[in-house]
């Protein structure tokens, strides 16, 4: 078993316009997506992710120092963990024994949201789930290479009600989650994967939900 690791989410009072200001970002404490993992080919890109939580909403930013990316899924649920992609598994309410969400997005802002426990159990969450939901990536279209900068950052935020739907529950302050921040490409030009808590699977895989970390409302 890996050691698990605490992220704390901050609690703001007012919802916001997203992507929200650099220096608001800059004050919010990082989980630091740094445990790359299984494949050893040096590519280890600097990522950050951070978390706040209004009343509303769950607000997730992640910005991620890469000189080339690729992106080319535009489509809701589309696979897109084979763009360059930024990860956030998490079970709001562990002790229900109801499974987590995933919420997969490369650099355009393209998700992929499924829910459940085990692989087989897992079933994709419908877009009127996500009523109120929002994305905003600094990327604005497909990219396979250079893209002028040197990083990218992409901030969105996930209604309270799609919890409440999934687990008869509301976040609110002293809930202590479950979950995990990744970093992958499986189909980038040098493939990674990339952790916030160590995942010890011999082999890649980050739907173990053994190996998430704390995640503390």
């Excluded at 992409?154 to 999934?166: G, I, K």
Aim: with cysteine; proline share 9%; net charge neutral.
């Amino acid at each position: 078993m890996s050691p698990m690791s605490e992220y704390r989410v901050q609690r703001i009072h007012e919802d916001f316009a997203l992507p929200g200001e650099s220096a608001f970002w800059e004050a919010v404490p990082a989980a630091k997506v740094d445990h790359y993992l299984w494949l050893k080919n040096g590519y280890e890109p600097r990522v950050e992710a951070r978390a706040c939580c209004s009343p509303n909403y769950l607000y997730v930013f992640f910005k991620a120092w890469e000189p080339k990316i690729r992106v080319k899924y535009t489509d809701f649920q589309d696979p897109v963990y084979k763009d360059s992609c930024v990860e956030f598994f998490i079970d709001p309410f562990p002790e229900k024994k109801l499974g987590y969400i995933n919420i997969e997005t490369n650099a355009l802002g393209t998700m992929l949201i499924h829910h459940g426990g085990e692989r087989g159990t897992r079933r994709p969450v419908p877009r009127e789930a996500l009523a109120g939901s929002e994305v905003k990536p600094s990327i604005k279209g497909p990219v396979d290479g250079a893209y002028g900068a040197d990083f990218w950052t992409l901030a969105y935020r996930l209604p309270l009600s799609l919890f409440e739907e999934y687990y008869g529950g509301r976040i609110g302050p002293g809930r202590v989650a479950r979950g995990n921040f990744y970093k992958c490409g499986d189909e980038t030009e040098i493939p990674h994967y990339g952790a916030w808590n160590p995942v010890g699977s011999p082999k890649p895989d980050f739907h173990l939900p053994e190996y998430f970390g704390r995640i503390l409302f």
